[in-house]
């Protein structure tokens, strides 16, 4: 296969931002809503808030490794400058690499959630499969080239972005602000210390943002990089903050919290029936399909480049090997994410990506701050500040899930463990006698265009 022109098919900013809005306006709104109204009642605007607090701190360390060092990489590279080559830094790129799969899982199974209301009960377990199948059209788009990603992802982000803003402005309009009284009290909550289900449900809030993230993997296909990437994520965080907040509200002013946790995951699409009527309803659930169509191709796209780029550097074994596949990257992520929309639900999902997610967050800023003070130039309170954060987040949310929902730790653990393992015996094999590990990192970034 001939290398892509890279210099005709460089992403605007228009595109990054799609992309970026792609992957973060899905699951986000229109399925973790409904999880994080069950670990708060009528909080949950606040808590989507709060989460954008957290996250516009998180940020600041992937805005200036961007700035730093624009790759195709993403993370991958970040992570490499922090850590050197090696077992540490592939283990965290790894884990990063696994909660994109995880959140492209999420964000397919909610397609197939709001696709099957409308269709009569009886088909009310098909979501997989309909999830499966959106997994497998974001293939035979990201085969079609950057023009085309670019183009789908602007037409559905506009699509989307107008549509769930007319919603919200609307249900506001119709039902008013909603009474926020935070007498909510949490299942199992007399194992849990008060405010833990406010903290914890954060873990979730910020999963709804962590798309910013992939926007870091588009270094070497945007347009003026080291600007462009700090760029659109700043405003993808903006406006998916705006959306997440005023559509929180909306659906708080038109159902009850026990209504939205029976609904949790068509929470959108139940909220706009008593605002809109019937009507409303479908039209919020085709616009929830819009919105997880680009989230899925978005997320596909971001996913697959970060896979590349550590075959690339040897992080993983060598996709090149694979002859006769067409971007045998891209197709081992639909093949990851695929295996996942069938083997969890939603809930699961959702915590393993979390977990997965946090955890990497907090390498990237340790990372930063620790390693690359006399390479990058950034505010090291800020980074410090991001950690502690997480921590208390992550440690909040595991308690949460070890009292709830201990299973969700159990897979958690082994994928964390599977990962350094594989990344250790990996490292060992292309280690030489002198301790000297050859990651090729000569090679161009450029050459995984070729896959």
Not at 114 to 135: H, K, T, W
Request: charged share 10%; aromatic share 10%.
């Amino acid at each position: 296969m001939k290398p892509l022109n890279i210099n005709n098919q460089k992403l605007s900013l228009l595109g990054s931002v799609s992309l970026g809005t792609g992957v973060m306006i899905g699951a986000g709104i229109f399925v973790l809503m409904g999880q994080i109204a069950e670990l708060v009642g009528d909080l949950f605007p606040i808590v989507f808030v709060a989460g954008a607090v957290v996250v516009a701190f998180s940020s600041y360390s992937y805005v200036k490794f961007s700035n730093a060092y624009p790759s195709s990489g993403g993370v991958a590279k970040f992570l490499t400058k922090a850590y050197k080559p090696g077992t540490l830094a592939g283990s965290f790129s790894l884990l990063m690499y696994v909660s994109m799969v995880v959140a492209e899982s999420l964000v397919a199974g909610t397609f197939g959630a709001y696709a099957l209301r409308l269709f009569p009960q009886e088909y009310a377990g098909y979501a997989s499969l309909l999830g499966v199948v959106l997994i497998g059209t974001a293939y035979i788009v990201n085969i079609s080239g950057n023009r085309v990603i670019e183009a789908t992802a602007t037409y559905t982000a506009i699509i989307k972005v107008a549509g769930i803003a007319l919603l919200a402005i609307a249900g506001l309009a119709i039902s008013g602000l909603p009474t926020i009284t935070g007498n909510y009290m949490v299942s199992n909550s007399q194992s849990i210390p008060e405010g833990f289900g406010f903290i914890a449900a954060l873990a979730l809030s910020v999963l709804a943002f962590k798309g910013f993230t992939t926007i870091t993997n588009q270094g070497g296909d945007i347009k003026n990089p080291h600007k462009n990437v700090g760029r659109s994520i700043i405003i993808s965080i903006a406006v998916c903050t705006i959306i997440y907040v005023a559509l929180a509200l909306a659906v708080a002013g038109g159902l009850s919290i026990e209504e939205i946790i029976v609904a949790k995951d068509y929470a959108l699409a139940a909220a706009a029936k008593p605002i809109f009527g019937e009507w409303g309803s479908t039209l919020t659930i085709l616009l929830a399909m819009v919105a997880t169509v680009s989230g899925v191709i978005a997320s596909v796209y971001s996913a697959s480049r970060m896979l590349a780029m550590l075959s690339n550097m040897k992080q993983v074994p060598s996709l090149n090997r694979i002859k006769n596949l067409k971007n045998p990257a891209l197709i081992v992520t639909v093949s990851l994410a695929i295996l996942l929309t069938v083997l969890f639900d939603l809930t699961r999902i959702a915590s393993i990506g979390a977990i997965f997610y946090l955890i990497m967050d907090i390498a990237i800023h340790w990372g930063l701050f620790r390693h690359l003070k006399k390479e990058v130039k950034f505010n090291p309170i800020i980074p410090i500040i991001a950690i502690l954060m997480d921590v208390v987040i992550l440690s909040a949310f595991v308690y949460f899930k070890y009292i709830n929902d201990p299973f969700v730790l159990i897979v958690a653990a082994i994928g964390i463990v599977l990962i350094f393992l594989f990344q250790f015996i990996f490292m060992k094999s292309h280690t030489d006698k002198d301790g000297n590990m050859h990651m090729g990192m000569e090679n161009k970034e450029e050459e995984i265009m070729k896959m």
